[in-house]
C-alpha cells in the first residue's frame, strides 16, 4: 500500500485501463494484489487518515515493533579525559547531539553539609545526600541534634528544572555539555545537578561515563544501565583487562563482614517483617566461622607477622559445600540480597508531598518535647533512635552487593576454573575507647570512625580473604553478549593479540595506525650509559647503587639544560623515585636541577594532584619567578602517566626509566601468570612471561605518549636503560615509536644530537609563528 500512497491525497486506481485482467475469474481472492475498480468495495483509497482506522476483529495484523535507535555509552578512566573528548565533540558537526555525563556526587553535588550537620564530618557527599533525601535519616538527626532538619532544598523532585534538554537550550547550555556547564546551571537554578542528569539520560543519544559505570556489574546495576542494542566506546582501553579482572574479584575482611553481620541483626531486632535479614545474618557468620576454621592452617609468617594460604575456585566450592554454605546455601543469599536490596532501593525514594506533610507534623510534635523538657526528650530519643535506625548502612549494601556478583561467577561452570582464593592472616594494630565503653561510636558512612578518640590500643589477629578472578571474559562476556557493538580504541593497545585471547572475544575489525606527525618532530634515542659511562640497566640489583643512582642526576641535568619548559621523567616504581630524590639531596644534585628548573614529584595521594598541577603549569609558563620550566618525576600507571594534557611547551622530552615490569612477587601477578601457563593452549591465551611482559610494554607506551598530543606538537623522547640494546626488547613500543629509536653509543653524542633537534624545531616554530 505504501507504493500507492501519498498523504493528503485521495486516489481511485483503476486497473481496467493499465492492466488485463482476463483472467481475473480463475484468480482467488487471497492470490490477487489488483482489484477491479468497478466494485465500490474495490476502490483503494490512500490518505493519512486511513492509518488511523483500527483492524477489524479476526483480521490479526502483526504489529510492527519499535525500532531501538542504539545509545552511545563513550567510557574513559577519568573525569579529565571525559572533558576533553568533550571539548573535540563540541568543535565537530555532531554537536547538536544530546549528551550527557554521568558522574557521581562528589563531582555534581552542589550541598554544604556545613549548613545541614557542621557537627558530623562526612566521608562523601553520598552520605549527605542519602541522609537530607531519606525522611527517617531527617527524624533521627533531628531528634538527635534537637532542631528542625529539611529536605534538600536543591532536590526539587528530581532536578526536573534542568532535567530536558529543551530547558538546558533555554538556559543557553548545549546540547553536549560537561560537568562544569550543568553544575553552573545548577547553582543557578537551585536544581540538583546529580538527579537532573539522570533524567537527561532518559533521552540522552550520546553518554559519557567512567568506565568502571559500565564494567564492573555491581555500579552498573546500581545506575540501572541497561546496554541492551546500544553502542559501547571504550577509551584507554588498555586498561579493559585489568578492570574486568577486578570487577570479578573480591577482597572479605572478616572485620567488616562482622560488622555487616551485626548490621542485618541489628534491623532483624528492629522489624517484625524482616526474615531475610535473619537469614543474610546467619550465611555472613557461617562464612566468618568457614574463615576461622581455614585461618588454623596457617602455621609459617613472615617477617611482618603475615601468613597466607592459597586454594583453587574449585577446591573453594567444594570447602563451601562441606561447611554447610555451598551453591544451596548461597542459592538462598542471593535471592535475600535481592529482596532486601530491592526494599532499600524503594525506601530510599525521596518521599513526596503527602508524606512531608507528616513528616512535618510529627518533627513539630518532637519540637514540642524539646521545648517543654530536654531531659525527657534525651530519653525518649534514645528510645526513638532505635525504631528510626532500622535500615543498613552503605557499606553493607555494597558488601552483599559484592558477594553476590563475585559468587556467582565462582558457581558458574564457565569461570569456576579461573579464580584463585587465597587467606591472608595478619597482625594489626586495633584501638579500643574505654570512654562510654559499650556504646558503638556514631558512624554515617560506613564501618570505622575516623574521628574517634582512642584510649587504648593492641595487636589483634584479622584474616582477609581474597577471591581473584584471573580471567576478564568472566566480566567482558556480559558485555559481548547484551551490547550491539564494542569498540575498543587506545594509544597503546598493540600486541591485539593478546585482546582477543584475554577477553574472550573476536575482533573482526581491527586497526593499529601510524602517528599524525611528520618524522622531523619527534626525535627517540636509547641511553645505555650516562655522562661518566655508568651502565644504566634498570634491573633492581643495579638502581641500588650510589653509582646509578649518581649517574641518573647528571642524566637529567643534561636533558633539562638542553630543553626548554616542561620535562616528564617516568619511573618504575614510587620506591625508586623517593630514593633518587633523597640521594640527590645528599649529594646537592638536587639543588643543581633547581637551577635549571621547578622540580616536582609525584603525589602518591590522588587529591594532592590537581594543585601540583597547576603549580607545574605555571612553572612552565615562567609565572612562578626564578627558573623557567619545571621538571615532573612520575611513575607508570599514575595520574601523570595517561588522562593529562601535557601538549606543546608542557612536555618538550619524556624521559622513560626502566621497563616497567610489574611487581613479580604480587600474588596477583604471580596467579595470572601461573594461570596463562596453564591454560594457554586450550583458551588460546599467551603464555604467562609473554603476558607479563606485555603488561610492562602498555605501561611505558602509555606514558611515552605524553610527549606528543597534536599534528603540531613537537618533542624528544630518551629510552634511559641499557637493555634496549636489543632489539627484541624494542619489539613491545607502540608502532610510531618502534621505527624512530636511535642507537648512540655515547652520552655526549645523544646530548648533541638533542641539542641540535631542539634548536631544529624552535627555528620552524619561530618561522611558522612570523607567518
Not at 305 to 334: P, Q
Not at 504 to 522: M, R
Not at 617 to 627: F, I, K, L, S, T
Request: with cysteine.
Amino acid at each position: 500500500m505504501a507504493v500507492f500512497k501519498q498523504p493528503g491525497k485521495k486516489r481511485k486506481i483503476n486497473n481496467s485501463k493499465d492492466l488485463d485482467l482476463s483472467d481475473g475469474k480463475n484468480m482467488s481472492n487471497d492470490d490477487s494484489i489488483m482489484t477491479n475498480d468497478s466494485s465500490p468495495n474495490n476502490s483503494l483509497m490512500t490518505e493519512d487518515e486511513d492509518e488511523k482506522i483500527e483492524p477489524q476483529t479476526g483480521t490479526n495484523i502483526p504489529k510492527k515493533s519499535k525500532p531501538v535507535i542504539p545509545v552511545i555509552y563513550f567510557c574513559t578512566r577519568t573525569h579529565k579525559q571525559i572533558e576533553q573528548v568533550i571539548k573535540e565533540l563540541q568543535r565537530t558537526s555532531f554537536n547538536t547531539a544530546r549528551s550527557c555525563v554521568l558522574a557521581s556526587r562528589e563531582h555534581t553535588c552542589i550541598q554544604d553539609s556545613n549548613l545541614y550537620y557542621p557537627q558530623i564530618s562526612y566521608k562523601s557527599k553520598t552520605e549527605l545526600c542519602r541522609d537530607l533525601l531519606d525522611p527517617k535519616a531527617r527524624r533521627r538527626n533531628s531528634l538527635k541534634f534537637k532542631r528542625t532538619i529539611d529536605r534538600c532544598s536543591y532536590y526539587d523532585n528530581g532536578g526536573v528544572k534542568i532535567s530536558t534538554y529543551g530547558q538546558l537550550a533555554k538556559f543557553g547550555v548545549e546540547s553536549v555539555w560537561d560537568i562544569e556547564d550543568i553544575v553552573r546551571l545548577g547553582i543557578s537554578k537551585k536544581s540538583c545537578p546529580y538527579y537532573g542528569t539522570r533524567l537527561l539520560l532518559k533521552t540522552a543519544e550520546i553518554v559519557f561515563c567512567p568506565y568502571n559505570y559500565i564494567i564492573d556489574p555491581v555500579i552498573r546495576s546500581t545506575m540501572n544501565l541497561k546496554l541492551k542494542g546500544h553502542v559501547i566506546i571504550v577509551d584507554e582501553a588498555h586498561n579493559i583487562e585489568d578492570q574486568c579482572r577486578e570487577a570479578a574479584s573480591l577482597q572479605l575482611d572478616q572485620t567488616n563482614m562482622n560488622l555487616a553481620k551485626a548490621d542485618c541483626e541489628k534491623v532483624y531486632k528492629s522489624c517484625s517483617n524482616s526474615v531475610s535479614y535473619s537469614r543474610l545474618a546467619r550465611y555472613l557468620s557461617d562464612m566468618s566461622k568457614w574463615i576461622d576454621e581455614k585461618s588454623n592452617d596457617i602455621k609459617s609468617f613472615d617477617d611482618y607477622n603475615r601468613g597466607v594460604i592459597s586454594w583453587t575456585g574449585t577446591y573453594t566450592i567444594a570447602s563451601f559445600e562441606d561447611f554447610g554454605i555451598g551453591l544451596t546455601a548461597f542459592e538462598k543469599f542471593k535471592k535475600d540480597c535481592e529482596t532486601v536490596l530491592a526494599d532499600l532501593a524503594e525506601e530510599s525514594k525521596p518521599d513526596d508531598a503527602e508524606s512531608d506533610n507528616k513528616e512535618n507534623g510529627l518533627l513539630e510534635e518532637e519540637n514540642e518535647l524539646v521545648e517543654k523538657d530536654e531531659n525527657a526528650t534525651i530519653e525518649i530519643h534514645s528510645s526513638q533512635d532505635q525504631n528510626f535506625d532500622v535500615a543498613i548502612t552503605n557499606a553493607t549494601k555494597n558488601l552483599l552487593s559484592s558477594i553476590c556478583t563475585v559468587f556467582s561467577l565462582l558457581y558458574d561452570e564457565k569461570y569456576k576454573f579461573d579464580y584463585h582464593v587465597s587467606l591472608e592472616k595478619i597482625m594489626q594494630i586495633k584501638r579500643f575507647e574505654h570512654k562510654e565503653r559499650g556504646k558503638a561510636p556514631v558512624t554515617l558512612g560506613g564501618w570505622i570512625d575516623s574521628a574517634a578518640q582512642p584510649e587504648d590500643s593492641r595487636p589483634v589477629w584479622n584474616n582477609v580473604v581474597s577471591f581473584l578472578c584471573l580471567n576478564p571474559a568472566a566480566v567482558f562476556g556480559e558485555l559481548k553478549s547484551t551490547a550491539r557493538t564494542i569498540i575498543l580504541t587506545s594509544g597503546t593497545l598493540s600486541p591485539m593479540q593478546s585482546f582477543q585471547s584475554e577477553l574472550g572475544t573476536q575482533f573482526p575489525i581491527a586497526l593499529e595506525a601510524g602517528h599524525v606527525i611528520k618524522p622531523d618532530q619527534c626525535w627517540v634515542s636509547s641511553v645505555s650509559v650516562g655522562p661518566d659511562g655508568t651502565d644504566l640497566n634498570g634491573q633492581y640489583r643495579n638502581i641500588n647503587t650510589y653509582n646509578y643512582q649518581d649517574e641518573m642526576g647528571k642524566v637529567l641535568w643534561d636533558v633539562c639544560a638542553a630543553v626548554p619548559h616542561g620535562v616528564l621523567c617516568f619511573m618504575p616504581s614510587y620506591m625508586l623515585m623517593e630514593k633518587l630524590y633523597n640521594r640527590w639531596q645528599v649529594t646537592g644534585q638536587l639543588d643543581r636541577l633547581r637551577r635549571l628548573k621547578v622540580v616536582m614529584c609525584e603525589p602518591r595521594r590522588g587529591d594532592q594532584l590537581e594543585e601540583l598541577m597547576t603549580k607545574y603549569y605555571a612553572a612552565v609558563r615562567g609565572d612562578e619567578g626564578g627558573p623557567t620550566g619545571a621538571l615532573f618525576l612520575a611513575v607508570y600507571r599514575g595520574k601523570i602517566s595517561e588522562g593529562l594534557d601535557f601538549s606543546d611547551n608542557n612536555a618538550r622530552a619524556v624521559v622513560a626509566v626502566g621497563i616497567p615490569f610489574p611487581n613479580y612477587k604480587e600474588a596477583a601477578v604471580t596467579h595470572k601468570k601461573d594461570y596463562n601457563d596453564k591454560h594457554h593452549k586450550n583458551k588460546g591465551l599467551l603464555p604467562g612471561w609473554e603476558w607479563y611482559q606485555i603488561q610492562a610494554y602498555r605501561a611505558l607506551n602509555q606514558a611515552l605518549g605524553r610527549c606528543i598530543r597534536h599534528r603540531n606538537d613537537w618533542g624528544a623522547i630518551l629510552l634511559v636503560d641499557s637493555r634496549y640494546e636489543q632489539p627484541k626488547n624494542l619489539s613491545g613500543l607502540s608502532k610510531w615509536i618502534r621505527g624512530r629509536v636511535e642507537r648512540n653509543n655515547s652520552w655526549s653524542t645523544i646530548v648533541a644530537k638533542l641539542k641540535d633537534f631542539v634548536e631544529t624545531r624552535q627555528q620552524y616554530d619561530s618561522i611558522a609563528s612570523q607567518t
